[in-house]
């Protein structure tokens, strides 16, 4: 099974402040669905809570959460981690991390690839991605555009 992060952020990493995104890019949107479209969608509490649209529509909305109680929300799954989020979605080719910091974090030792939008500038923020280890991901493809860029990396395999 693929684990692939998808997220947006700033050049300094930034991917929120305030509980939202600090930019509305239509294009990410767009990639955001096409990407994830059919696919389970593994996000924590506070990003769950931030999308403008619940639950997101053609997916396994799979929220991590200790706190939220699962009968009150028939909509999605409700887990206590994210790898019994994964190993709940193991029947699945692919799926998709959606966020926030903290899931990044932890999802970057077990994600196979990486499908990022990065927004050109300097953005002020409260959230942030983790930093990428060149030594573990390698850019298979970029795309350039006018404010931003999407870049896609695989997991170096040892």
Same mark, same amino acid.
């Given at each position: ?15 929120? &402040? ?10 990410? *949107? ?7 479209? @059919?696919? =389970? @969608?593994? *996000?924590?509490?506070? /990003?769950?809570?931030? $999308?403008?649209?619940? =639950? !997101? =529509?053609?997916? !396994? ?5 200790? /706190?939220?109680? =699962?009968? /009150?929300?028939? #909509?999605? $799954?409700? $887990?206590? %981690? !994210?790898? &019994?989020?994964?190993?709940? @979605?193991?029947?699945? &080719? &692919?799926?998709?991390? @959606? ?8 999802? *970057?030792? $077990?994600?196979?690839?990486?499908? !990022? ?6 953005? #002020?923020? #409260? ?21 931003? %860029? ?6 170096? %395999?040892?």
């Amino acid at each position: 099974m693929e684990i692939i992060i998808i997220a947006a952020m700033a050049e300094n990493r930034v991917i929120g &402040k305030g509980g939202a995104l600090p930019w509305s890019l239509k294009e990410d *949107m767009a990639r955001f669905r096409e990407l994830t479209d @059919c696919w =389970p @969608c593994i *996000m924590g509490r506070k /990003t769950w809570e931030s $999308l403008p649209r619940r =639950p !997101l =529509p053609g997916r !396994l909305n799979v929220v991590i959460s200790q /706190t939220i109680d =699962p009968k /009150t929300m028939p #909509d999605i $799954l409700v $887990l206590p %981690s !994210l790898r &019994k989020a994964i190993h709940y @979605c193991e029947g699945h &080719k &692919k799926v998709f991390i @959606c966020g926030g910091a903290a899931i990044y974090d932890e999802a *970057m030792a $077990l994600a196979t690839k990486m499908e !990022l939008t990065v927004v050109h500038g300097q953005y #002020d923020g #409260d959230v942030f991605f983790p930093e990428i280890d060149p030594a573990l991901w390698q850019k298979s493809e970029v795309k350039v555009f006018d404010g931003f %860029s999407f870049i896609s990396y695989n997991k170096i %395999s040892s």
